[in-house]
T-cell receptor
């Protein structure tokens, strides 16, 4: 079974600064996907960024980037130029590449509550 | 293109009752997954439906059941409600067979309170 660990229950950052959220995972799979989801107070879970394990290049989406270390099973999220709207719960999630009719389920960490201060 | 919608937004039930939660998938998506998110926790996978068939289940008892309809809308049914079933229930749709089959799009959730 896969597990996802987010060791920072809460973090805060000043507006316009940079913050990094940590995530580690445990799996025996070689082919999988990693995600960061954002859940603001409105509760809607929004996909922030994804990383395919077979890709060595770290994913980037505008102000969001990841540091994917496959050997260390680490997947951190860096948010640059933090904005007030980034305030939310952030979840790291794992999905193994299923085959033969198996399902594609997400395994989530417990989340990190990020507060961006003005 | 419409997003994922869920109804109702909030629901209060009494222990022992039964509840049905509904989800309308994003247009064209053929797969729906349901998750339970207890307060202060990450979502936990309940089950997934693909083309109206259950396609995998998490560690939830049989009193949690589901349906997916030909239009790809779906229901989550919970029988014999327990206090611990109080949670936010999220559905997520995806398109198996597409290049981005692994991307799941979530609805806003249904907050269930069991008293």
């Amino acid at each position: 079974a896969q597990t996802v660990t987010q060791s920072q229950p809460e973090m805060s950052v000043q507006e316009a600064e940079t913050v990094t959220l940590s995530c580690t995972y445990d799996t025996s799979e070689n082919n999988y996907y990693l995600f960061w989801y954002k859940q603001p107070p409105s509760r809607q879970m929004i996909l922030v960024i994804r990383q395919e394990a077979y890709k060595q290049q770290n994913a980037t989406e505008n102000r969001f980037s990841v540091n994917f270390q496959k050997a260390a099973k680490s997947f951190s999220l860096k948010i640059s130029d933090s904005q007030l709207g980034d305030t939310a719960m952030y979840f790291c999630a794992f999905m193994k590449h299923a085959s033969g009719g198996s399902n594609y389920k997400l395994t989530f960490g417990k989340g990190t509550l990020l507060t961006v201060n003005p | 293109e419409t997003g994922v919608t869920q109804s109702p937004t909030h629901l209060i039930k009494t222990r022992g009752q039964q509840v049905t939660l509904r989800c309308s998938s994003q247009s064209g998506h053929n797969t729906v997954s349901w998750y339970q998110q207890a307060l202060g926790q990450g979502p936990q996978f309940i089950f997934q439906y693909y083309r109206e068939e259950e396609n995998g289940r998490g560690n939830f008892p049989p009193r949690f059941s589901g349906l997916q309809f030909p239009n790809y809308s779906s229901e989550l049914n919970v029988n014999a409600l327990e206090l611990d079933d109080s949670a936010l229930y999220l559905c997520a749709s995806s398109l198996e067979g597409s290049i981005k089959f692994y991307e799941q799009y979530f609805g806003p959730g249904t907050r269930l309170t069991v008293t």
